[in-house]
């Protein structure tokens, strides 16, 4: 899945064919997106939408990489440098649910768009898995961290732990994405991932550790 180099202007103009892809993905699905909507979308020629990708495949695995970038800025967002390894866990399992709710009529229809065709096998299958074998590396990495901090005694080895975790992070990712507006996860939602946390990990959180507003 070849691409071409990138210039300013031609980084702009990507972004604009990526921010246009995503929109008429998650409005009409990826296989009925053609190129010429997207050269519609923000009125180029189809030939300069190919220029920048030249097949469908390598124009999804690039809409896969911005919405794991939003991802990270949103989790990010909430991180702080005084957190300890219970609330950055916390944090990660929250921020990833915001992201879902926050994009859901764009990005995160991307991410059920990529788990459906995930189950086709191929070159989807394997972006899907390196996708979530990041995710569950980076709750390891918590996980451990916590231990070394004397603030969890995991109930069972770290890397089953984690993959638990991951589970029922994208499990509620998918929900997020898919259910209708009125049944997204309120104030509530906090509360559920630090019972969840608490229950895999004995770690309590005295307080919030979203800011007001948040979700």
């Known amino acids: 899945m070849r691409t071409r180099p990138d210039t300013k202007k031609g980084g702009d103009t990507r972004r604009k064919i990526l921010a246009a892809a995503i929109k008429l993905a998650a409005r009409h699905g990826f296989a009925e997106t053609s190129f ?16 920048h990708f030249p097949d469908k495949n390598a124009l999804f695995a ?24 219970g609330r950055r866990l916390l944090k990660h399992c929250l921020g990833n649910v915001l992201w879902a709710l926050r994009y859901r009529a764009s990005d995160a229809q991307i991410l059920l768009l990529l788990y459906y065709l995930a189950g086709r096998g191929g070159e989807f299958s394997g972006l899907f898995k390196r996708m979530i074998e990041t995710g569950r590396t980076r709750i390891l990495e918590h996980l451990l961290a916590g231990t070394r901090e004397g603030l969890f005694r ?10 638990t975790i991951q589970d029922a992070l994208f499990g509620a990712m998918l929900y997020a994405a898919s259910a209708p507006a009125e049944n997204a996860p309120g ?19 005295p307080g919030p550790v979203l800011p007001r507003g948040a979700v």
């Open 62 to 85: 690039e809409l896969v990489e911005t919405i794991v970038r939003h991802n990270h800025e949103v989790v990010s967002g909430l991180t702080d440098i005084r957190d300890g390894a």
């Open 36 to 51: 010429q909507m997207v050269a519609d979308e923000i009125k180029l020629s189809q030939s300069a939408v190919m220029y």
């Open 154 to 163: 995991l109930k069972g080895d770290p890397a089953a732990v984690a993959e």
């Open 187 to 205: 104030a509530a939602l906090e509360e559920k991932w630090s019972g969840f946390i608490a229950a895999l990990t004995g770690w309590k959180e």
